[in-house]
């Protein structure tokens, strides 16, 4: 019996050529700096690549495969927890599709063959939008947001 699967779409728009997000995601050095995390691969189509948190410990937080290259249009990704790598049943998917539009990129980022209630997709839903805004407002002004942050207690002051 399989799982029943569910798919998250992010879309934003952002100020910035196709090539400069692209780097953003592929580029270990620059997704430090606004996701927390270095995106670690040679991303060719085959290979490895790993989510390494940018702190001491180094830890890898997410593994998979690079699965199609299409730089700088198209990038798509497996997903799973480390502990799960060699269990391809057990990865998602990540594409993320990059659209010029006059002086912006419309970036859609599909995430999809999530198993539905899982802990990834709770994660991920909540995870997508703080770096996707992070990376937009890192790639727009220069200053990535705090994609770590907890929400405030109700009734406290921003």
Do not use: Q
């Not at 702190?55 to 299409?70: F, T």
């Not at 798509?76 to 594409?95: A, G, M, N, Q």
């Not at 992070?134 to 994609?147: G, R």
């Amino acid at each position: 019996m399989t799982k029943e699967k569910t798919t998250f779409v992010y879309v934003t728009f952002i100020r910035a050529t196709p090539e400069k997000i692209f780097e953003a995601i592929t580029r270990p050095e620059i997704a430090a700096r606004y996701w927390g995390h270095e995106n670690v691969s040679d991303w060719k189509v085959g290979s490895k690549w790993e989510h390494v948190r940018d702190n001491d410990e180094r830890k890898v937080n997410i593994a998979g495969n690079v699965l199609e290259v299409d730089a700088p249009n198209r990038l798509v990704i497996s997903w799973s927890d480390p502990s799960e790598y060699d269990l391809p049943e057990k990865h998602s998917r990540v594409t993320f599709d990059l659209v010029p539009y006059e002086d912006m990129v419309k970036l859609t980022v599909t995430h999809d063959e999530l198993e539905t209630g899982s802990g990834m997709a709770a994660g991920i839903s909540k995870g997508w939008p703080l770096v996707l805004s992070s990376l937009k407002s890192y790639l727009e002004t220069d200053e990535p947001i705090d994609v770590f942050a907890e929400p405030c207690a109700t009734g406290a002051a921003a």
